[in-house]
């Protein structure tokens, strides 16, 4: 799953309106952000193979400590918990311990079957959404609009970059996820996980546009 995981932070924002978008984006997108680094450092393993699903060439056949259900149970359960200690708001920690777990979630349904339960080498699920280009492209893109809608009618723009900044946002994530699916395969794993780790720079935007930006009251 590509853009439908920032989708989730964005509808999220509803349900725990004192929570940063910038917050919500990293719980949604902690596993692939964990991932490049675990890359880098040869803790976890990938490679390219064209034609393994029609979406993306990556064969990822080991990456436990990012992306399997135990894992992701556990990062989900201490990112929670580390939320509420720093501020003390119980909706803002359950949301955002629901939003991390939700990658998991989104790409059990995106993935071929390599998704791990666990730490071992045991068994791996996956219902394969990525072998359709159309139903990749439909079920991303209807996540990723729903939940753009219910940010824009959950908050208000306070200036213009809390408006401008917004659209150019979501153009950016939009070309970005157009670009994965359609662009060429990536040369080798190290550029991937070198561009993998540019997410970090995003979620600074993120905050910045999310500053400007205020709960609408009902």
């Given amino acids: 799953m590509f853009i439908g995981h920032f989708a989730v932070a964005f509808a999220a924002k509803k349900a725990a309106p004192q929570t940063s978008l910038g917050t919500l984006f990293i719980a ?14 040869g803790v976890e393993h990938a490679r390219i193979e064209p034609g393994i699903t029609v979406v ?3 064969d990822l056949y080991d990456y436990p400590f990012s992306h399997s259900l135990l894992a992701l149970f556990l990062w989900s359960a ?5 939320y509420f200690f720093l501020r003390k708001y119980k909706q803002g920690a359950i949301v955002a311990g629901l939003c991390m777990f939700s990658h998991w979630i989104l790409d059990f349904i995106t993935h071929k079957p390599d998704m791990p339960l666990g730490f071992g080498d045991g068994t ?4 394969g959404l990525w ?16 939940g753009v809608v219910l940010y ?7 200036d213009r970059v809390g408006n401008y900044g917004l659209w150019a946002l979501v153009a950016f994530l939009a070309a970005m996820f157009a ?7 990536p040369p080798n794993m190290d550029v991937v996980a070198i561009a993998g780790n540019a997410g970090w720079l995003l ?13 609408v009251v009902r």
Wanted: no cysteine; charged share 15%.
């Fill in 28 to 41: 949604v997108q902690w596993a692939d952000m964990l991932w490049p680094v675990f890359l880098l450092l």
């Fill in 56 to 58: 993306t060439p990556l």
């Fill in 78 to 82: 201490g990112f929670g918990a580390l």
């Fill in 124 to 127: 791996k699920v996956g219902l």
């Fill in 131 to 146: 072998n359709s280009l159309s139903g990749t492209v439909i079920v991303e893109a209807a996540l990723f609009i729903a």
């Fill in 152 to 158: 824009v009618r959950s908050t208000k723009a306070k």
């Fill in 179 to 185: 670009a994965n699916i359609l662009g060429p395969p």
């Fill in 203 to 215: 979620v600074l935007w993120v905050y910045w546009v999310d500053r400007h930006r205020q709960a």
